[in-house]
């Protein structure tokens, strides 16, 4: 009975909790979280147990309302969507176990309502992943940005200008996804992905399915921060709160470049190559992933630095997807992944330091950090090492893939690239640790000091899922032929 | 050489690293923690001295892990070179811990528990490195050594050793990068990553123009740690580190691993027969010759002792990458044995430095009037040791040197013949000076006037035990070896085996 609803069970069982969660909050403070840890622990598990028997016994699909498709909406549950629902749901998981102390040092009186929001975040991107509908991934898109957009908004001072342009550009991105759903409507009748697919070969002319399509990926590729349509993000991250950026950087982005993966490689296929749609997508990912890097090295707050280094990463996902290839597509999932955690990891860290030094500066960094909080540097070193590229961290192997993928397609100057960008990442986070392990204390320029009430790391609350999270970015290493060959190979798209 | 699946490779790197997590649990314990060092140099020196038989009889250990991308496992595989090279690196470990321990104890340096974790983990790169079957697990123990040598660099945390570690990274970071992207390629091309004696990347694999450039991208892969000119810049900076960390690293692992690297691409990846036909070896024989000749030169230059002997290992790393690029029997085996002789030789040097510097805090070569009475074991030390880099029997250094005298010859070329004796001359020519100043010069009258007599007194003598035995040892291994170069290690026997295997394309 649960198996046969189980597709739809983790956007609603997220959705759910979100309302929930603000009544049972008001009455309680407390129940708020509650119901966030148990809506994202479930989902956490529903995905992992979905996952394992969707391999075992292929693709379910579900119909909303038991209205059949391409009438209904369709929810499609195979491996790939079923792997980034469960990195989106693990990371947010881990994310609401850390919330609660950064929460209540950071916004202590919005804590219900950021609860409810960032699950309706995450049901918005769970949805967006699950759904094999056109226009109900827009409408997931729009819960999940407008949630995005609260959270953002529910950060520092600042936070409101950037949450607003954030608004803004967002709904440009989200309107031209629209719009393109509305002109492959036009075409084909349809807005079943699927129906979609099979309408399109059968049409006499391209030319409304590819401005569709073109706008699809303008809109998506704002929504993913792919240069140059990235400008909304750092700010946005930089002035979130320390859980609002950890909920939003990890996965954010990354849904959206699922949803291009969807829409291009899903719906439209073969039909599609005839645009230069790839060289597109190679060209903004390679600007993005050098001019992310490059502003990273000039960023003094680590929040902005590690901003400015999604917007890199995403260029690396980008190229993934742009090369077309399976290698190519192998990257760019295992990145979703790895960057997922080892970017979590490193917004968790700067919320700890946050939380213990109230600062996330880079300049006065010092040794002190390293002496008070042992284990959380050496998670913030293990996820640098992994952005870096380093084994047997998990980012080495994304490059590894990248790498072939590159090779295969005999494009030198994307190798030079990836080679190049390992280098500058190198640059920038050296820069911090040199700092963090290095750099003696001195007492005029330093950071303040941790409050001498309670010094040393943070709350374990805070600090177990950064350690986890930090582990995870070795074993998903040491682990990725694995996940390779188990999961992110059977999702390869059939056209590729 | 027939393959048995064995474990005994996977304890000999994992031994180390799991020692580093009990030196970091017993960070608050020295003795403890220096129990841990040691033992496991015990274990691991042991387990790789069991592989020896095994691999003089043909029989080669090999552990397959589980794949680490899809279709390339992380093998770890005890073959005679690999054997060759773990043997020395885990037997100097052992006494590199010895020092170590008083070095760092008589320096009272800081941050002694991460030092010898680091230098644990280094190790059990070391051994990965020796034992990876593969380009891939190479790769990845090869970058793992870089990291875990940076923190041991910038031990000292001042100023110019940060920024010699920024110079560290940079060159080995960007090698580490050209490595993986010439490691893609070839797996792009071959479908395969597996060492194989003789080569596996020939003219049916790959165009000759691609052969070219993948040539040229392994060996700027490997020559930044084999300290190459020109990519040699960060060997010298990186002297800025304690002394044992210079002479294990910077004279046995990391740079022994970079020519590791080379003889492993050059013998196993691409083989005689490619090389020779695309001519690739004579480009690199050319840089060695020239690298060979130009640090020697350098060296003279050097006043810091420490900085003079970092001139005399580019130098002769250069040998050992000569004696692979000229590919014959003779003068692979010889580039082999260098690889051991110069381990011995230039560890006894930078031990005695560092015993200088312990007890009598001395530094540069114009200080070292007369040491040789203050410290005699260790001014004998380091004469025997800078005599057999000269290459005078009946030292290792002369054992080696004749057989890569012997590998010139046979491959007709007088020229490499030539500049073997020629940079022999040269390294007699920069270690005699230091010899004469420390054994017929008069201390310097004025020699430190601020010293209270308690001190000199107190410095009149040989360094503590722990750091003088140690370089006993090496030199007396100096020695022993120069005389019976296949006692205890056989490691003659497994240099013959090596360069035969390269160049029979594995068939005994």
Same mark, same amino acid.
């Given at each position: ?24 909050? !008001?009455?309680? $403070? ?6 966030? @840890? %148990?809506?994202? =622990? &479930?989902?956490?598990? *529903?995905? /992992? ?117 954030? !608004?803004?550009? $967002? ?6 996804? @629209? %719009?393109?759903? =509305? &002109?492959?409507?036009? *075409?084909? /009748? ?128 980008? @190229? ?177 | ?508």
């Amino acid at each position: 009975m649960i198996g046969e609803h189980f597709p739809v069970l983790i956007p609603v069982s997220l959705l759910v909790g979100a309302v929930v969660s603000v009544p049972l909050g !008001l009455w309680r $403070g407390s129940l708020s979280r509650l119901v966030a @840890l %148990l809506a994202t =622990g &479930f989902s956490v598990v *529903a995905a /992992g147990v979905g996952l394992r028997h969707v391999l075992r016994a292929g693709e379910m699909r579900y119909s909303l309302g038991g209205w059949p498709p391409p009438i209904g909406i369709e929810y499609v549950a195979d491996p790939l969507a079923l792997f980034v629902v469960l990195v989106v749901t693990g990371v947010g998981f881990a994310v609401t176990v850390y919330s609660k102390r950064s929460l209540e040092r950071e916004s202590p009186q919005n804590h219900v309502p950021f609860n409810a929001v960032a699950l309706l975040f995450l049901a918005g991107l769970s949805g967006m992943v699950m759904t094999g509908d056109l226009f109900n991934l827009y409408v997931f898109l729009e819960i999940a940005s407008l949630a995005a957009y609260a959270l953002v908004a529910a950060g520092e001072k600042r936070a409101p200008v950037a949450a607003f342009r954030y !608004l803004v550009l $967002g709904t440009v991105g989200a309107s031209c996804y @629209l %719009l393109g759903v =509305g &002109f492959l409507y036009l *075409a084909t /009748g349809s807005l079943n992905m699927a129906d979609v697919r099979a309408i399109l070969p059968l049409l006499p002319h391209y030319r409304l399915p590819f401005i569709a399509l073109c706008l699809m990926v303008i809109g998506l590729g704002l929504k993913m921060a792919l240069f140059p349509l990235h400008v909304w993000l750092p700010d946005a991250y930089t002035y979130a709160s320390s859980v609002g950026s950890a909920y939003l950087a990890p996965v954010g982005t990354k849904v959206a470049a699922y949803a291009l993966m969807r829409v291009w490689f899903g719906v439209f296929g073969p039909v599609a190559y005839a645009l230069p749609i790839g060289a597109m997508l190679v060209v903004a990912s390679v600007a993005g992933i050098l001019v992310g890097s490059i502003m990273a090295m000039a960023q003094n707050d680590l929040k902005r630095m590690l901003a400015y280094s999604s917007v890199a990463q995403v260029g690396y996902i980008g @190229l993934g997807i742009g090369l077309a290839s399976p290698l190519g597509f192998i990257g760019a999932v295992l990145h979703i992944l790895n960057h997922a955690v080892m970017k979590a990891t490193l917004f968790l860290v700067s919320g700890a330091l946050a939380y213990r030094f109230g600062t996330t500066s880079i300049l006065p960094m010092d040794d002190r950090l390293r002496r008070a909080m042992p284990w959380t540097s050496a998670a913030f070193a293990v996820a640098a090492l992994s952005m870096i590229g380093l084994p047997p961290t998990a980012g080495f192997f994304s490059k590894w893939y990248l790498a072939l993928a590159c090779l295969k397609a005999e494009s030198w100057p994307l190798v030079a690239v990836i080679a190049l960008s390992s280098l500058l990442n190198a640059v920038y986070f050296f820069r911090v640790l040199e700092r963090m392990y290095l750099r003696k204390a001195s007492a005029e320029e330093g950071i303040p000091g941790p409050p001498a009430s309670n010094p040393g790391e943070a709350p374990p609350s805070m600090l177990i899922p950064i350690l986890i999270l930090g582990l995870g970015v070795l074993l998903i290493g040491l682990a990725n032929a694995w996940i390779v060959e188990k999961v992110i190979k059977l999702a390869i798209p059939s056209g590729l | 050489m027939e393959t048995y699946g064995s474990w005994v490779p996977v304890w000999a790197v994992a031994c180390s690293l799991a020692a580093s997590g009990m030196i970091l649990a017993s960070s608050r314990r020295p003795n403890l923690r220096e129990f841990w060092t040691l033992s496991a140099a015990g274990v691991k020196f042991a387990l790789i001295l069991t592989l020896v038989p095994e691999a003089l009889a043909h029989r080669v250990a090999e552990a397959r892990l589980f794949a680490i991308a899809p279709g390339i496992d992380l093998t770890l595989r005890a073959d005679p070179l690999g054997v060759f090279f773990a043997l020395v690196s885990s037997a100097l470990w052992i006494v590199t811990s010895c020092y170590s321990v008083g070095y760092m104890r008589g320096l009272s340096e800081h941050k002694q528990t991460r030092y010898f974790a680091c230098f644990a983990v280094c190790l059990s790169s070391t051994v990965g490195i020796a034992f990876a079957a593969n380009l891939l697990t190479f790769v990845i123990f090869y970058e793992m050594l870089t990291i875990a040598t940076y923190p041991l660099v910038i031990h000292k945390e001042t100023p110019e050793a940060v920024s010699a570690g920024r110079k560290y990274l940079a060159y080995t970071l960007t090698a580490g990068v050209v490595l993986l992207v010439a490691t893609a390629w070839t797996y792009e091309l071959t479908g395969t990553l597996e060492f194989r004696p003789g080569g596996f990347l020939g003219s049916e694999t790959a165009p000759a123009a691609t052969c070219v450039w993948l040539f040229v991208l392994f060996m700027s892969g490997a020559a930044v740690k084999s300290a190459l000119m020109p990519l040699h810049g960060w060997l010298p900076t990186a002297m800025i580190a304690p002394t044992p960390v210079s002479a294990l690293l910077h004279a046995v692992a990391v740079v022994k691993a970079g020519v590791f690297a080379v003889i492993r691409i050059v013998g196993f990846v691409f083989g005689p027969a490619t090389l020779s036909a695309l001519g690739l070896q004579t480009y690199l024989a050319c840089l060695a010759g020239l690298t060979m000749i130009l640090a020697s030169v350098l060296a003279f230059h050097q006043d810091n002792l420490k900085r003079r002997l970092a001139y005399s290992t580019i130098g002769h790393l250069s040998y050992i990458v000569l004696g692979a690029a000229l590919l014959t029997p003779a003068s692979l085996a010889g580039s082999l044995l260098h690889l051991a002789s110069h381990a011995t030789m230039k560890i006894t040097l930078f031990f005695c430095a560092g015993a200088l510097h312990v007890q009598l805090h001395k530094e540069k070569i114009s200080e070292l009037d007369g040491v040789a009475r203050q410290m005699p074991w260790t001014m004998g030390a380091f004469a025997v040791a800078s005599l057999g880099l000269a290459g005078l029997p009946p030292l290792n250094g002369f054992v080696s040197k004749w057989y890569l005298g012997l590998g010139a010859l046979q491959a007709a070329q007088p020229l490499a013949f030539a500049l073997f004796l020629l940079a022999g001359l040269l390294s007699a020519g920069y270690f005699l000076p230091i010899l004469y100043r420390a054994f017929c010069r008069a201390p310097q009258p004025e020699a430190e006037p601020s010293q209270t007599p308690h001190q000199e007194g107190d410095s009149g003598h040989d360094a503590s035990a722990w750091i003088t035995f140690p370089l006993l040892i090496t030199a007396a291994l100096s020695l022993i070896l120069g005389l019976f170069p296949n006692l205890l290690f056989h490691f003659w026997s497994l240099a013959h085996l090596v360069s035969d295997s390269i160049l029979n394309g594995g068939s005994p």
